[in-house]
């Protein structure tokens, strides 16, 4: 799978993909998956994000985050927030659309060391060969009320201003992502 080249080359770290009995999944959705469990990872680069859709849209408890600029200042913001990030474990569920996955992840807060474990069940939906939406429900759950979901768009907005993202595959090689 290529990337476009102003993008930068398409590297993915997480290869070893554990699927749960009688899951099968097809290369690209490999791809798709090794990508995802990059990005958790806190290892962004330009080429995996280049696997979203433009208008795609990120949530979590903490964030809504719609279209490009706001979805990849959540996953480079990753690297500004945490000093280590581990991935305790993962299974793919399901190879419908959504890919459905269990992800276990340790982050430890930079400068105050407070440390967090995170079961996550994240539904990867798909439009032709790119991500349209990732959801990452914490302990299978986003919230929900008016007042969650105001501070969830308020963030999305918020961090793209404060963290910024790679404009050319330069600047993100220079940053140490691939």
Same mark, same amino acid.
């Given at each position: 799978?290529?990337?476009?080249?102003?993008?930068?080359?398409?590297?993915?770290?997480?290869?070893?993909?554990?699927?749960?009995?009688?899951?099968?999944?097809?290369?690209?959705?490999?791809?798709?998956?090794?990508?995802?469990?990059?990005?958790?990872?806190?290892?962004?680069?330009?080429?995996?994000?280049?696997?979203?859709?433009?208008?795609?849209?990120?949530?979590?408890?903490?964030?809504?985050?719609?279209?490009?600029?706001?979805?990849?200042?959540?996953?480079?913001?990753? @690297?500004?927030?945490? &000093?280590? *990030? /581990?991935?305790?474990?993962?299974?793919? !569920?399901?190879?419908?659309?959504?890919? =459905?996955? %269990?992800?276990?992840?340790?982050?430890?807060?930079?400068?105050?060391?407070?440390? @967090?474990?995170?079961? &996550?069940? *994240? /539904?990867?939906?798909?439009?032709?060969? !790119?991500?349209?939406?990732?959801?990452? =429900?914490? %302990?299978?759950?986003?919230?929900?009320?008016?007042?969650?979901?105001?501070?969830?768009?308020?963030?999305?907005?918020?961090?793209?201003?404060?963290?910024?993202?790679? !404009?050319?595959?330069?600047?993100?090689?220079?940053?140490?992502?691939?």
């Amino acid at each position: 799978m290529s990337a476009d080249n102003s993008r930068g080359e398409l590297k993915i770290e997480n290869t070893n993909i554990n699927t749960a009995p009688g899951v099968e999944l097809s290369d690209h959705q490999r791809t798709i998956v090794g990508s995802v469990l990059d990005l958790f990872a806190g290892r962004p680069s330009l080429p995996k994000l280049g696997l979203w859709k433009d208008d795609a849209q990120f949530t979590d408890p903490l964030t809504i985050a719609k279209g490009r600029a706001q979805y990849e200042a959540q996953f480079y913001g990753l @690297q500004t927030a945490f &000093s280590e *990030i /581990e991935r305790l474990g993962h299974e793919v !569920k399901d190879a419908g659309n959504p890919i =459905k996955m %269990d992800l276990d992840t340790r982050y430890v807060v930079k400068g105050i060391g407070k440390e @967090q474990k995170i079961h &996550s069940l *994240i /539904e990867i939906h798909m439009e032709g060969d !790119k991500i349209s939406s990732l959801a990452d =429900k914490w %302990d299978g759950k986003l919230p929900e009320g008016s007042i969650a979901q105001a501070f969830r768009r308020l963030n999305a907005v918020s961090v793209p201003k404060m963290v910024g993202v790679p !404009k050319n595959a330069q600047e993100d090689r220079e940053r140490g992502n691939q």
